[in-house]
């Protein structure tokens, strides 16, 4: 079974450039989610999302990032204008959620080192 | 916001030694992960845990979910060189759409 793919793997640039991640999930997921994981901390969730729907942005900063999730498979996450603390490593997770059941295992990708000089 | 702290952030053992992380939430969880990254990876799933004392054990590997239901613990037995990486609890309130709060971290460095 492949697992979550994303792209690229590396990306350098100069804060107030523009950047997007794309992400793959497992084949079936319905759960995609986006984190943020700075050096030295544990992922933080930026976004949640239930096929193509947002379940939850609430840490999403919203006047710099996007996100969308076309169709309910693959997924972008857009940040413009970038800053310097942005610089972190953007995973990208999928699950399967079964309603009413216990929290399913998350399968993360690779992730994106992103660099902001 | 909910909060989860793992003590200690870092851990040297010998390899044969034992080592424990602790994962203590400010809130109450409806159910906790456990997950390994090793350096310059991705973290990985390790187990969950949904009951109130809950124990399960994986080869070296035994978790613990507390009674209340806020706090957990990883203790590996007789660490080895594989053991290295950063031990990442994750815990989420009630309902399947509640997010996943990731705790600290503790680095586990292991040396022959």
């Known amino acids: 079974e492949a697992g979550v793919a994303q792209s690229p793997r590396y990306k350098i640039i100069e804060k107030r450039q523009s950047v997007a991640f794309w992400c793959n999930p497992i084949?079936?997921?319905?759960?995609l989610y986006w984190y943020q994981q700075i050096l030295g901390q544990g992922p933080k969730l930026l976004i949640q999302?239930?096929?193509?729907?947002?379940?939850?942005d609430s840490q999403l900063p919203k006047d710099r990032f996007s996100a969308e999730r076309l169709k309910g498979v693959d997924s972008t996450l857009k940040i413009q204008p970038a800053k310097l603390e942005d610089s972190a490593v953007y995973l990208c997770?999928?699950?399967?959620?079964?309603?009413?059941?216990?929290?399913?295992?998350?399968?993360f990708g690779p992730g994106t080192r992103l660099l902001v000089l | 916001g909910q909060q989860v702290m793992q003590i200690p952030q870092y851990q040297h053992v010998q390899e044969g030694e034992d080592f424990t992380t602790y994962c203590n939430s400010s809130?109450?969880?409806?159910?906790i992960q456990w997950y390994k990254q090793r350096p310059g990876g991705h973290p990985v799933f390790l187990i969950q845990l949904v009951k109130s004392g809950e124990v399960k054990k994986q080869k070296r590997l035994t978790f613990q979910f507390g009674e209340a239901k806020k706090n957990s613990s990883l203790h590996i037995t007789a660490t080895q060189t594989t053991d290295v990486g950063t031990y990442f609890c994750a815990g989420s309130g009630a309902g399947t759409a509640s997010k996943l709060t990731f705790g600290t971290g503790t680095r586990l460095q292991v040396t022959l």
């Open positions: 999302f239930q096929n193509n729907g947002v379940v939850d």
């Open positions: 997770a999928s699950s399967l959620v079964a309603a009413g059941g216990p929290r399913k295992t998350q399968y």
């Open positions: 084949s079936g997921h319905a759960t």
């Open positions: 809130t109450t969880l409806s159910n």
